[in-house]
């Protein structure tokens, strides 16, 4: 039984310092539920508060929808908070509320650790050209089906509404 209790203190101790983060066939949800439990144990309050708020919203889309999430809808479910964080802190910002601004600021932070790596500017420019030209793309009546290629494709790893900017000056070009 000590040698049990050893081994699992290694193991805690490895995973709150950084070791063992992402296991290849770790899932992202549970990748999130060990990151809270790390946050606990390190006693990182605003961490925690962010990660708790992440897993309610993922079990209340679960609950909802009567499914189990994979990655991507986890992802989507990320996604829509960290645009709510940024409307908060541009709100706050308006308002002159430094200090509301700071806390969604750090909850942005924490969030953005489990979106995917985002596509470089170039790398985005190159898809909305591909989807002008896999859907035929010939003028602005056309952005619906460009929109849809690209949402499917791009979908937590670029910026949409600045999808939407390129797709729509592509096509007023075409």
């Not at 699992?8 to 809270?36: C, N, Q």
Request: hydrophobic fraction near 50%; charge should be neutral; glycine fraction near 6%.
């Amino acid at each position: 039984m000590g040698l049990v209790r050893s081994i699992g203190r290694l193991f805690a101790h490895l995973s709150m310092h950084g070791h063992f983060l992402e296991l290849p066939s770790m899932s992202l949800k549970a990748r999130i539920t060990e990151d809270m439990k790390n946050a606990m144990r390190a006693k990182d309050s605003e961490r925690l508060g962010t990660i708790r708020l992440l897993l309610a919203a993922i079990k209340q889309r679960e609950v909802d929808e009567r499914i189990e999430l994979d990655d991507d809808a986890v992802i989507a479910v990320t996604d829509k908070l960290i645009k709510q964080r940024k409307d908060s802190i541009s709100q706050f910002q308006a308002a002159g509320r430094e200090d509301l601004a700071a806390k969604e600021a750090a909850e942005l932070q924490v969030l953005l650790e489990y979106m995917p790596q985002q596509l470089s500017a170039e790398e985005v420019a190159a898809a909305v050209q591909a989807a002008v030209a896999e859907t035929g793309a010939a003028g602005p009546q056309d952005m619906g089906r460009v929109m849809a290629v690209l949402k499917a494709k791009l979908a937590g790893r670029a910026d949409m509404t600045a999808i939407s900017g390129l797709v729509k000056s592509a096509l007023v070009k075409a």
